[in-house]
């Protein structure tokens, strides 16, 4: 399927399950004996996003084979989500403690991931044929092949088994710096998982990061929007150029203004680039999946039949409305995210 038609096949999603517990800043939690904890995990909020607004969605994880795993089965499917591709292996689940109100890029992120089932799969143990069975969009994040060196082979194997079929590939380009630690530098890994990509979802300074594509030194001291969008546009030319399966990149512009946001995001397509509207907010609930939200927009967009005008403004401003909504992934339904769109002046 190509980009911008019209899809009635299904999305997977494929991606570690987590645990987020969420410690308040002050400790309270000790002293209460409570503890937050959201289900999520990058590509599970996509797929949740996606199953929500009518679209045929299925997510492939590793879990545990223990009871736990049956209330998360009953949890994933609760949720319209096809759980028949859950893969049971290995001991344990991963974990991440991310201090309540705080970004996932920052310092107050702590990762519990080593020697889970998901980091412990290994290339010839899943049959894809039958999990690539009746899809026709495949996702998943640039957080899968930091996890460990056997997920990032995990990822091309199953990367070559959809690209063979002739699936639509999606990847967002999540740069986690904490993750990559097993001795291997994104730049040597990322370009070969991404040259089987359609639609690539980030950022400048991630896909700097990720693919070795330089952000310009100029953006150290001018802070406008215009230079921002500027090298957009350059950085996703630049993708294109060296990945000729990709059709079409978004960039998001996420920044922090005290306890408030300024966001805004664009989509490059077909030589052009769109932009969407400006949101800006002085306070916000819960940072968590507001990109996964804005992946899963795209997405939805993409499958719909949308234009890419119509796709980044939907994408946009489902993602800024992720921002209000305590958890991983949104409650949004399509009609209030269409209600929620600001157009560009």
């Known amino acids: 399927m190509g980009l911008g038609t019209s899809n009635t096949g ?33 590509e599970l909020n996509v797929a949740t996003a996606l199953a929500l607004w009518g679209i045929d969605t299925k997510y492939f994880t590793a879990l545990p084979d223990n009871n736990l795993a049956v209330q998360f089965d009953g949890y994933i499917s609760g949720r319209g989500i096809n ?3 859950i893969f049971k292996c290995g001991q344990r689940l991963g974990l991440f403690y991310l201090t309540t109100g705080a970004d996932m ?36 994040s640039a957080i899968c092949p930091a996890v460990s060196g056997q997920a990032a082979e995990l990822c091309e194997e199953v990367l070559k088994a959809a690209s063979q079929r002739g699936i639509t590939i999606s990847i967002d380009l999540n740069y986690r710096a904490k993750l990559w630690q097993y001795g291997k530098h994104p730049h040597s890994i990322m370009p070969n998982l991404v040259k089987y990509c359609n639609l690539i979802m980030g950022n400048v300074w991630a896909a700097e990061s990720l693919l070795d594509i330089p952000v310009s030194k100029k953006l ?9 969008l500027d090298e957009a ?10 990945y000729p399966n990709c059709k079409a990149v978004a960039n998001t512009f996420r920044f922090s203004r005290g306890s408030g946001i300024k966001y805004y995001t664009t989509l490059h397509e077909g030589g052009k680039m769109y932009t969407s509207g400006e949101y800006n907010a002085d306070e916000v609930t819960d ?17 719909k039949g949308l234009g890419p005008a119509e796709t980044v403004n939907f994408a946009a401003a489902a993602a800024f409305e992720k921002l209000f909504i305590e958890g991983d992934a949104t409650k949004s339904t399509v009609e209030q995210v269409i209600n929620a769109i600001k157009y560009d002046n």
């Not at 150290?220 to 921002?228: F, L, S, V």
């Not at 940072?287 to 499958?303: N, P, R, T």
């Open 10 to 42: 299904t999305v997977l999603t494929f991606g570690e399950l987590l645990l987020r517990l969420s410690p308040d800043a002050d400790g309270n939690w000790l002293h209460k004996n409570q503890l937050s904890v959201h289900v999520g995990g990058a």
């Open 105 to 140: 890029k920052h310092d107050a992120v702590i990762y519990d991931r080593a020697g889970s089932a998901f980091a412990e799969l290994k290339t010839g143990m899943v049959n894809w044929d039958e999990v690539l069975k009746g899809v026709s969009w495949f996702h998943f």
């Open 233 to 242: 546009q350059k950085s996703a030319s630049r993708i294109m150029e060296l």
């Open 287 to 303: 940072k968590v999946g507001s990109g996964d939200c804005f992946m899963a927009g795209l997405i939805y967009g993409y499958y």
């Open 220 to 228: 150290q001291n001018i802070d406008t929007k215009e230079a921002y």
């Open 83 to 85: 759980t028949s591709a």
